[in-house]
C-alpha cells in the first residue's frame, strides 16, 4: 500500500507540474488558447479532452520516472558520480520516450539530438548546483568541527 500511495503522490507531482508548464507555455505561444502540448500533439486526437486526458497520463508517468529514480541516491556504497551518472541515464531513458509520445519536439534526428543537448544541460546545471551546495555545507560543517 506503501508504495501506491508513493505512486499517487508522484503522479499528482507530475500532472501539477506538466499543467503549470502547459499554462506558461500556452501562454506564450498559444494566441490566447489552452493547449496540453504542441499544436501537432493536440491534432493526434479528436478532442481536446483526449488530448488532456493522455497529457494527464504522460505528466503522471514522468513524476513517477523522476521520484522513483530518486531511490539510486540510497544507496550508500556508490559513489556520487556513479549514482549520478546512473540516475542521469535512468531517467534519460524513461524520460525521452514520454516526452517523445508527449510531442514535445518534432521527431526527427536534429530535434531529438537537440532534446538530448537541452536534457543533458539541465541535468549538469542542476548536479552542479547540488555538488556546489553540498561542498559548501561540509566545508560549513567542518570549520565547526574544528
Not at 5 to 14: D, E, L, W, Y
Not at 80 to 92: A, D, F, P
Not at 114 to 128: D, K, W
Amino acid at each position: 500500500m506503501k508504495i501506491f500511495k508513493k505512486m499517487i503522490n508522484a503522479s499528482c507531482s507530475g500532472i501539477a507540474i506538466g499543467v503549470i508548464l502547459s499554462v506558461i507555455f500556452s501562454s506564450i505561444f498559444g494566441q490566447g488558447d489552452y493547449m496540453p502540448s504542441t499544436p501537432t500533439f493536440m491534432e493526434l486526437f479528436t478532442t481536446p479532452v483526449r488530448a488532456m486526458l493522455s497529457s494527464i497520463i504522460l505528466w503522471a508517468l514522468m513524476g513517477n520516472v523522476f521520484y522513483f529514480s530518486e531511490l539510486i541516491f540510497t544507496q550508500e556504497r556508490w559513489s556520487l558520480l556513479k549514482m549520478s551518472l546512473l540516475h542521469y541515464l535512468v531517467t534519460l531513458i524513461c524520460f525521452f520516450p514520454l516526452a517523445y509520445l508527449a510531442g514535445w519536439f518534432p521527431h526527427n534526428i536534429l530535434w531529438i539530438a537537440g532534446f538530448l543537448l537541452i536534457y543533458t544541460g539541465i541535468y549538469l546545471i542542476i548536479y552542479l548546483g547540488n555538488y556546489l551546495s553540498t561542498w559548501l555545507e561540509i566545508r560549513k560543517i567542518n570549520r565547526k568541527i574544528k
